[in-house]
């Protein structure tokens, strides 16, 4: 089956410090990962994929096939920052839909 | 257009009445895809379309709730006789490609 785990509910760090975002994944066979954020209920944007190894904001994301994980990270929080995280799972399957992690907030306290 | 527009941007209804949603996807995707987000923030897949057909509507509560993609027309979603538990964000996202889905900014519907 299909699914995506954010263990955190809540992140709360200190501005400048490091930000580790948890993700983990079941799926048989080689999905596409996926960060999202939200801020303030805004829309859903896309933060990183993995397939690009990009670097968005500071932060970066390395797919880790043997743990299955897709961990968010970003040596120096910073403020702006806060907002509701989401890891989202693209199966190779014919639908194309995502498959979102309950989420993680992040809160980066002054 | 460059985003996807969703309509109405909230919109409050009694239980029991019905809700119509509407999406404009981004000019050019084929997919488009309607998710629920309720308090707890997880989103659930109801439905996708590509172009005017239904793709996947694995996620739709079929008794009550109905989507249409029709040509030259925004996107629907459509709620009979709404229930307290409907009250969340409908978002819809479109796509061209599997790699990048865009949001809309999501419908707030309150049932009262």
């Known amino acids: 089956a299909q699914r995506v785990t954010q263990p955190e509910k809540l992140l709360s760090v200190f501005k400048g410090a490091p930000v580790e975002l948890k993700c983990n994944y079941s799926?048989?066979?080689?999905?596409?990962l996926f960060w999202y954020v939200q801020y303030s209920r805004q829309r859903l944007q896309l933060l990183l994929r993995?397939?690009s190894r990009e670097s968005i904001k500071g932060f970066t994301a390395d797919l880790n096939k043997g743990e299955t994980s897709f961990h968010l990270k970003k040596p120096f929080a910073q403020e702006e920052d806060s907002a509701m995280y989401y890891c989202?799972?693209?199966?190779?399957?014919?639908?194309?839909?995502?498959?979102f992690g309950s989420g993680t907030r992040l809160l980066v306290r002054p | 257009g460059e985003e996807v527009a969703q309509t109405p941007k909230h919109l409050v209804r009694g239980e029991g009445q019905k809700a119509k949603l509407y999406c404009a996807p981004i000019?050019?995707?084929?997919?488009v895809f309607w998710y629920q987000q309720v308090l707890k923030n997880e989103f659930k897949f109801l439905i996708s379309?590509?172009?005017?057909?239904?793709?996947?509507e694995t996620g739709m509560p079929k008794e009550r709730f109905s989507a249409k993609c029709l040509p030259n027309s925004p996107c629907s979603l459509e709620i009979q006789a709404t229930k307290l538990e409907d009250s969340a964000v409908y978002f819809c996202?479109?796509?061209?490609?599997?790699?990048?889905?865009?949001f809309g900014e999501g419908s707030w519907l309150t049932v009262v």
């Open positions: 379309f590509q172009n005017e057909n239904v793709f996947d």
């Open positions: 993995h397939i």
């Open positions: 996202a479109s796509s061209q490609s599997r790699n990048t889905i865009y």
């Open positions: 000019k050019g995707h084929s997919y």
């Open positions: 989202a799972l693209n199966g190779m399957d014919s639908s194309y839909k995502l498959i």
């Open positions: 799926y048989s066979g080689s999905p596409e």
